[in-house]
């Protein structure tokens, strides 16, 4: 499974959904969007477990993705999961900080959990090499390979100059095999403490909310339908929480995320569109509105359904633009025969 078509289904509305599945991590990035940390939070493996299970050949989504903190902490939750997935027809993909990787190693544990996907994601930039050396990612990656169907890498970085390097790198190593998606350091979790931007999808004003599109299984087992985690988790209005993996099934999960008609507007105009169009208050950050909108008047079904086609219908490399990669979009695309 190419990262171009996992792209396309990112802005398809519930075409999938994120587990975090804990928010532990051996490192400790400067830049983590979740804070997460050696001593971060874990929960029983039930939730996860029992809301895989309610998957069915005909409701189901498309793509798992699992994440968290670091996800390969839990190898044996990561093969489950994805084991559980498959079937019922789901597809499955991770991105991992590659604590496993110093020395270019992959552990049998973390083997077995790479195997069990469809596509592995590995992040490099500046903050994950101070942790784990570049050089050993990509001897790592190179016995990854051999285990998933595809492999691409997450460079987050604001300096194009390290994105040419690392790119470029990628390409002498692994010729099209390995695409990557590019975006800039934003103003979420640790990032704060350095990145002054409001955060938000880019483009701020009236886009549409990419991080609305899927809904995101926390990892406590509550069920958000915003996956920036540090907003959704901390201020809990009643359009971004879905429900619990420990009660709820996909099928109702997917009715509530398509059927609300405030995240249906968040995720077609965004929240100060939303805001405007529903006569609420419109805050100075983008989700700073969001978090303040309740229930009201409904925005237009139709309205909504139709700018949803048209954001699914763009190219891969434009969705990767929306989300910050600006000259390297087209990375994205690398080794894809789905032009
Ligand atoms: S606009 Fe709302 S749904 Fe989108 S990222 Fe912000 S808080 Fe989450």
Same mark, same amino acid.
């Given at each position: *499974?190419?990262?171009?078509?996992?792209?396309?289904?990112?802005?398809?509305?519930?075409a999938?959904?994120?587990l975090?599945? @804990?928010?532990?991590?051996?490192? =400790?990035?400067?830049?983590?969007?979740t804070? =997460?940390?050696?001593?971060?939070a874990?929960?029983?493996?039930?939730p996860f477990?029992?809301?895989?299970? @309610?998957?069915? +050949?005909?409701?189901?989504?498309?793509?798992?993705?699992l994440?968290?903190?670091e996800?390969?902490?839990r190898?044996?939750?990561?093969a489950?999961?994805?084991?559980?997935?498959?079937e019922s027809?789901v597809?499955s993909?991770?991105l991992?900080? *590659?604590?496993?990787a110093?020395?270019?190693?992959v552990?049998?544990a973390?083997?077995r959990?790479?195997?069990?996907?469809?596509?592995?994601?590995?992040?490099?930039?500046?903050?994950?090499?101070?942790?784990?050396?570049?050089?050993?990612?990509?001897?790592?990656?190179?016995?990854v390979?051999?285990?998933?169907?595809?492999?691409?890498?997450?460079? @987050?970085?604001?300096?194009?100059a390290y !994105?040419?390097?690392?790119?470029?790198?990628?390409? #002498?190593?692994?010729?099209?095999r390995?695409?990557a998606l590019?975006?800039?350091?934003?103003?979420?979790?640790?990032?704060?403490?350095?990145?002054?931007?409001?955060?938000?999808? +880019?483009?701020?004003?009236?886009?549409p909310c990419?991080?609305?599109?899927?809904p995101?299984?926390?990892?406590?087992?509550? !069920?958000?339908?915003c =996956?920036?985690?540090?907003?959704?988790?901390?201020?809990? +209005?009643?359009h971004?929480?879905?429900?619990h993996?420990a009660?709820?099934?996909?099928?109702?999960?997917?009715?509530?995320?398509? /059927?609300?008609?405030?995240l249906?507007? !968040?995720?077609?105009?965004?929240?100060?569109?939303?805001?405007? #169009?529903?006569?609420?208050?419109?805050?100075?950050?983008?989700?700073?509105?969001c978090? @303040?909108? #309740?229930?009201?008047?409904?925005?237009?079904?139709g309205?909504s359904?139709?700018?949803?086609?048209?954001?699914?219908?763009q190219?891969?490399?434009?969705?990767?633009?929306?989300?910050?990669a /600006?000259?390297?979009?087209d990375?994205?695309?690398? /080794?894809?025969?789905?032009?």
């Open positions: *499974m190419h990262l171009a078509e996992i792209l396309r289904l990112r802005a398809r509305p519930a999938g959904v994120l975090a599945l @804990t928010e532990r991590c051996p490192l =400790s990035c400067a830049h983590c969007s804070r =997460s940390g050696p001593d971060g874990q929960f029983g493996e039930e477990l029992r809301f895989v299970s @309610t998957f069915t +050949p005909q409701e189901r989504p498309d793509l798992l993705f994440s968290g903190g996800p390969l902490l190898p044996a939750l990561v489950d999961v994805a084991a559980r997935g498959r027809g597809r993909a991770a991992s900080g *590659m604590f496993f110093r020395g270019g190693r552990p049998p973390v083997r959990a790479v195997g069990a996907l469809d596509h592995f994601s590995a992040s490099l930039d500046v903050h994950h090499e101070r942790e784990v050396a570049r050089a050993d990612v990509l001897a790592a990656l190179g016995t390979l051999d285990l998933v169907p595809s492999v691409s890498v997450h460079v @987050t970085s604001d300096d194009d !994105v040419d390097r690392v790119l470029g790198e990628l390409r #002498r190593a692994f010729g099209e390995v695409p590019v975006g800039r350091v934003r103003a979420t979790g640790r990032a704060r403490s350095f990145v002054r931007e409001r955060a938000g999808p +880019p483009g701020g004003g009236a886009e990419g991080f609305a599109m899927w995101l299984v926390d990892i406590d087992g509550t !069920v958000l339908a =996956s920036r985690q540090s907003m959704a988790r901390r201020h809990r +209005p009643p971004l929480v879905l429900g993996a009660r709820d099934g996909w099928p109702e999960i997917r009715r509530r995320s398509m /059927g609300d008609g405030v249906r507007a !968040v995720r077609a105009f965004g929240p100060q569109e939303t805001a405007r #169009r529903v006569g609420a208050p419109v805050c100075a950050g983008y989700c700073e509105t978090v @303040t909108l #309740r229930r009201g008047p409904e925005v237009s079904p309205m359904l139709a700018v949803e086609r048209m954001v699914a219908a190219r891969p490399a434009d969705l990767a633009r929306r989300w910050g /600006g000259r390297h979009a990375a994205v695309e690398l /080794g894809w025969s789905g032009r």
